[in-house]
């Protein structure tokens, strides 16, 4: 049986490459985004959990790994599905992902939406995750605050909340990069991760049932190929290989405005998180592995699933796939990260 139809077997061959080669997820949302609800209780039984409500906390377990849940393409369908997926967070819950998919660690990235949500969500990261060292936590790009403010920040959080990266969406934070307000400040944060080297996580691609309907496309790579991303000194990885809720036919025209500019900034870099099967492997074809990191988008996705579906997309379409699989999981993150 070829490696790619037996999932102990695909964990197996990247389980012996991990040992010299550790893995890496540069994509795992510690809180839901759409609200960034951060209201959870530690659990009094189980160090590391943290619990909304009362449901029941289950490990991970190996399912089978072609069911996709399809993106509701409405708001409340939106909200339902994330309060469904988000009743746990916290170190307990991402690293028996990341256990049972046998990577080393993962880069956490809260997205705010609203005014002082981001500097909550410095803070509680801290306290939830200080102690469990294989988690990297990002910083959400505050909202309302000015340009000339943000490289201060940033700053500050590096110092006091020890912050490894930056978050940006353009889609949920309502952020235009045609306008001249959204371009200032994507330039400013740009400006910021460079100075700071701190790597930049920026969403690439539509978010279907978001409302305002007008906020769904802001983050398409159409409209991103008009930033300067060289502003940046520090990796820029486009989220989603820019392909996020695109279809196939979409995704090929994306990834070749993303090839294009590839050649433009030396420091862009996309990540493989998120894709349906058909347009992982379309990345993997298209784009060179240099310029790709794993990311999963947990825990809209398990860990453990977007692992295998990239381990498998591998073996069906790479030429090299240990030496892919060593650049795009482990250098190349590590790298972005200056581990
Ligand atoms: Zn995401």
Not at 39 to 68: M, R, S
Not at 157 to 176: C, E, P, S, V
Not at 201 to 212: A, D, K, T
Not at 275 to 284: A, H, K, R, T, Y
């Amino acid at each position: 049986m070829p490696k790619s139809d037996n999932p102990q077997l695909l964990l197996e061959w990247a389980r012996d490459l991990g040992k010299t080669n550790p893995f890496l997820d540069l994509h795992v949302h510690p809180y839901e985004v759409l609200t960034g609800d951060v209201g959870f209780n530690p659990d009094p039984q189980i160090e590391g959990l943290f619990n909304k409500g009362l449901f029941q906390y289950h490990p991970p377990v190996l399912d089978d790994i072609n069911p996709t849940q399809p993106i509701p393409d409405n708001q409340r369908g939106l909200l339902l599905a994330a309060r469904l997926t988000y009743n746990h967070t916290g170190p307990k819950v991402l690293t028996d992902q990341i256990d049972l998919a046998g990577l080393s660690g993962a880069l956490l990235l809260p997205v705010a939406r609203t005014a002082g949500k981001a500097e909550e969500m410095l803070e509680v990261t801290q306290k939830m995750f200080e102690k469990e060292a294989r988690l990297f936590s990002g910083c959400a790009l505050p909202i309302n605050i000015q340009p000339d403010k943000l490289a201060d920040f940033f700053r500050f959080a590096r110092q006091r909340n020890r912050i490894r990266a930056i978050k940006f969406h353009h889609n949920l934070t309502g952020i235009d990069p045609l306008t001249k307000k959204g371009e200032e400040l994507t330039n400013a944060a740009l400006a910021a991760a460079g100075e700071l080297n701190l790597p930049m996580v920026v969403h690439g691609g539509r978010s279907p049932g978001l409302e305002p309907i007008e906020c769904r496309e802001y983050g398409i790579i159409s409209r991103l190929a008009t930033v300067d991303w060289s502003i940046s000194t520090a990796p820029v990885i486009l989220a989603h290989a820019g392909c996020h809720g695109l279809t196939y036919a979409e995704s090929i025209d994306a990834l070749s405005i993303l090839n294009n500019l590839f050649e433009k900034h030396s420091n862009l870099m996309a990540d493989t998180s998120n894709l349906e099967p058909s347009i992982l492997q379309l990345v993997l074809e298209k784009i060179n592995p240099a310029r790709l990191v794993f990311g999963s988008d947990a825990l809209y996705v398990p860990i453990w699933k977007a692992w295998l579906r990239f381990l498998q997309s591998l073996q069906l379409v790479s030429t090299h796939p240990d030496d892919d699989l060593i650049s795009i999981a482990s250098l190349n993150p590590a790298r972005c990260l200056s581990l």
